[in-house]
């Protein structure tokens, strides 16, 4: 992707033919993808860790 886009767009003033999108950059995706991955872990841990104290 070469930047970042919004497209809205509404037809007659009602939200029938509403469109809304949105392009993130690369660089941004691969954070949350990164971020993500951290809580997933973060919670599998703390899901073990509240297992073993039962």
Do not use: A, C
């Not at 930047?3 to 809304?20: A, E, L, P, Q, R």
């Not at 949350?32 to 872990?41: A, F, G, H, Q, W």
Request: hydrophobic share 20%; net charge negative; no cysteine.
């Amino acid at each position: 992707m070469s930047g970042d886009s919004v497209t809205i767009n509404s037809t007659n003033g009602d939200h029938s033919g509403f469109i809304y999108q949105n392009q993130l950059p690369e660089k941004l995706i691969q954070q949350y993808e990164e971020r993500i991955k951290e809580l997933k872990e973060q919670l599998d841990y703390w899901k073990n860790k509240s297992e073993d104290s039962k």
